[in-house]
């Protein structure tokens, strides 16, 4: 096992005020109710974004409470890395604005796409950027405002999807100091992007009357071939990083999966060997948010006490893209 190289220093989350039920959606015309949507998914609300809330105000909102519980002041920060599939603009960088917001003046900031891997790829990237010696304070945030880019008419995609930010401030380790990232995996699959994507609005197929007719511009997604590959990869990444922190189950007091689907969550926790009451779940009160749903399930995971100093906990992950991955971390 390396010595770890970068820690969590602090979490945070923040969600929007407006609570969405799957009553409600129901009441919107949707063709569901709640036990349909319960028995598929385990989602029975999600927040959702309304005005005066942007992706910008809640990612730093989280950032807030992340850098308050870590002991940092904006100007510690050395870098900003933002996951997120849903920017306030497309240019420039959401994390840019976030940083303003925040004053961390002296911070270089980006956003990195991912989907729902968005949170733990950054961490990764974070963890690297400390390890090279160009940053020991490192704010990771992962934040969506899905509400704008779903087709609140599509059963496949809008009792799913919400909005939210969670955040985690990473800093370098002391020599002495056992706690940190022990190990990581990340991996792709760009051949099944059609799967889960958003054909219109990039270079390729720019926004147009037509795409909007066409409603190409919302998320679409393929569920249960997203699903069947969502277990499969998220097994593989819960394998992969046990394997390079040489741990097996049995050493994970916690593990925090993406949270998408409890049949995915259930199904990645019955491969790595790990009872469900070690498993942290709260899809049932925040639906997917994407790249805030680990970071969510991760603030609200400390908030009850479930994570506590010495703890190993495991994450794994698996988004559009195909993207997916894991990380094993020492509290």
């Not at 096992?1 to 919107?28: E, F, L, Q, S």
């Not at 880019?149 to 800093?171: K, Q, S």
């Not at 679409?220 to 040489?246: I, N, P």
Request: charged share 20%; hydrophobic share 45%.
């Amino acid at each position: 096992m390396k010595r770890p190289i970068a820690y969590i220093a602090g979490t945070g989350h923040a969600v929007p005020r407006r609570v969405v039920t799957n009553a409600d959606i129901a009441a919107m015309g949707v063709d569901t109710s709640d036990e349909w949507i319960i028995e598929r998914t385990g989602i029975r609300e999600r927040r959702i974004a309304g005005e005066g809330e942007s992706l910008t105000s809640i990612a730093a909102e989280a950032a807030r409470q992340a850098m308050a519980r870590a002991g940092v002041q904006p100007g510690e920060i050395d870098i900003i890395i933002l996951g997120t599939a849903s920017p306030d603009h497309l240019l420039p960088a959401t994390a840019v604005e976030v940083q303003t917001a925040l004053g961390c003046a002296r911070a270089a900031a980006f956003d990195l796409s991912a989907a729902c891997s968005g949170w733990l790829y950054s961490t990764i990237v974070a963890e690297s950027l400390i390890a090279h010696g160009t940053a020991d304070t490192v704010l990771v945030i992962g934040a969506e405002r899905l509400s704008g880019i779903v087709d609140w008419t599509d059963r496949n995609t809008c009792i799913v999807f919400g909005d939210g930010a969670g955040a985690t401030v990473m800093r370098r380790t002391e020599k002495a100091q056992q706690r940190g990232v022990l190990s990581s995996f990340m991996r792709s699959d760009g051949a099944l992007a059609e799967l889960l994507w958003r054909p219109a609005g990039g270079g390729v197929t720019p926004f147009s009357p037509e795409t909007f007719a066409q409603r190409k511009h919302y998320v679409h997604m393929s569920g249960r071939e997203v699903f069947k590959h969502a277990v499969r990869s998220m097994a593989e990444a819960t394998d992969r990083a046990l394997d390079a922190a040489r741990l097996t189950a049995a050493d994970v007091d916690l593990l925090i999966p993406h949270q998408a689907n409890v049949r995915i969550i259930e199904a990645t926790a019955k491969h790595a060997g790990i009872s469900m009451d070690k498993v942290f779940v709260n899809v049932d009160r925040f639906g997917n948010t994407s790249a805030a749903s680990i970071p969510i399930a991760l603030n609200d995971a400390v908030e009850q006490g479930r994570v506590k100093e010495g703890m190993t906990v495991l994450f794994a992950a698996f988004g559009a893209g195909f993207t997916w991955g894991s990380l094993v971390v020492r509290f």
